[in-house]
């Protein structure tokens, strides 16, 4: 059983992307999390681009409750036969990237909903010396800020107040890490929203695809990685900007445009764009300046006035009234939002078509909403 972690709200979209590539039988989604069935690591897992993490599920049990005790029976359950199986079941999917543990060592990364009565270095203690025992290898420890060393196999546990789930990640590296991603920008986007944003604008080769508020240039890149003939380009009001798109550009294989640009007075002819993707500034890290600053509503109506008659905007945004009424008056049909948790914040992804074009035409949009549906 493959487990798959994701950001709260994307699920639906992970079960579309796994569903499209036919990759597993999806046998259960839960809050960030998707447990699929496979009997070998299809070669496509690996390049998934909406999830943050893909495990070997070695350990589903019921949740150890929120009292100390309850670490006792953590450490119990990665004991002696498990583990074992846990490097038996990885050694099984052939193609696994893991590290092997006798080399420098395990990890282990915990995570917990509800109120307990340890931390959560308490679980990685007791599962990761557990495990060290078993397997006769050493344990790094993340706790009072330590960093275990390049190349240890990483081990994951979640306790969800129902479940507890340990399983050993399948990447040396999480995998919402990108190689290309070596430049910032406050407020920048965690790369797997960018990639399902991409997939909800339905990317199809030689389409105009531009992003008025790039940053560091994510959401183009993970498009342009989707859809290698997309003609894909951003801008941005700072130069700082843009020199992050453009350096991480050149670590992408992909080919890009960049330029400097005021969102709010795009350099762009009428009906030039067919998907417009954006992670619309809101203030929190990254704050609207130039005429989105002034003007909040001058986003929307570039857009309208650039987006093609079957054109799709992407927006991610705090949800906002004011924001749902400029796309309205921009002439634009709002057809789907999805809430996420991300950061401790709580943005949305809008979906909004120049012609009312239902979402479910494309493929994606079609599993997206069934999953959606399905709550
Ligand atoms: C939330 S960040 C975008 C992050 C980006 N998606 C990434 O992954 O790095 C918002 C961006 O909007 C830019 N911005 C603010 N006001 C703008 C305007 N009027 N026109 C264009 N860009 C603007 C900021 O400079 C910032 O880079």
Redesign the pocket.
């Known amino acids: 059983m493959l487990w798959v972690r994701c950001v709260r709200g994307l699920e639906p979209l992970v079960a579309a992307e796994l569903e499209m590539g036919g990759m597993g039988s999806l046998t259960e989604v839960r809050h960030r999390t998707l447990l699929v069935a496979t009997d070998e690591l299809e070669p496509g897992l690996m390049g998934l681009r909406t999830v943050d993490d893909l495990s070997v599920l070695v350990v589903d049990l019921p949740d150890v409750g929120r009292h100390r005790s309850g670490l006792a029976e953590l450490a119990h359950a990665v004991e002696g036969d498990r583990a074992t199986a846990a490097e038996a079941s990885r050694r099984a999917l052939t193609t696994a990237t893991a590290p092997p543990a006798d080399t420098v060592g395990i990890d282990v990364a915990a995570s917990f909903l509800g109120k307990r009565n340890f931390s959560r270095f308490d679980v990685e203690d007791a599962v990761g010396s557990s495990l060290s025992r078993s397997l006769g290898v050493r344990y790094w420890s993340r706790r009072g800020d330590q960093r275990p060393p390049d190349g240890t196999q990483g081990w994951r546990v979640h306790l969800d107040g129902e479940r507890l789930l340990i399983g050993l990640r399948l990447s040396g590296a999480p995998m919402h890490r990108r190689a290309y991603k070596t430049s ?6 965690h790369p797997p929203v ?1 990639a399902a944003m991409a997939l909800l604008a339905g990317l199809r080769p030689g389409a105009v695809l531009y ?9 183009v890149l993970e498009a342009a990685a989707l859809e290698a003939e997309l003609l894909a380009s951003g ?4 130069a700082a ?1 843009v020199d ?2 453009r350096s991480n550009a050149a670590r992408s294989t992909s080919a890009t445009s960049w330029l400097r ?4 007075q795009l350099p762009l002819a009428g009906a030039s764009v067919a998907r417009m993707v ?4 809101w203030g929190r ?9 002034s003007d909040p509503a001058s986003f929307c109506r570039e857009a309208g006035r650039v987006m093609d008659e079957g054109g799709r905007l992407v927006a991610l945004s705090e949800p906002s009234e004011d924001f749902d009424d400029g796309l309205r008056r921009a002439g634009l049909v709002l057809c789907l939002s999805v809430e996420l948790s991300l950061s401790g914040a709580h943005p949305r992804i809008t979906v909004a078509s120049r012609n009312g074009e239902a979402i479910d035409a494309d493929a994606l949009g079609g599993t997206v909403l069934h999953r959606l549906a399905q709550g």
């Open positions: 910032t920008v406050p407020g920048t986007l960018a992003d008025p508020v790039c940053g560091a240039g994510t959401i801008s941005d009001i700072t900007a992050a798109a640009a005021d969102a709010g954006a992670n619309v500034p890290q990254a704050a609207p300046s130039g005429a989105l600053g």
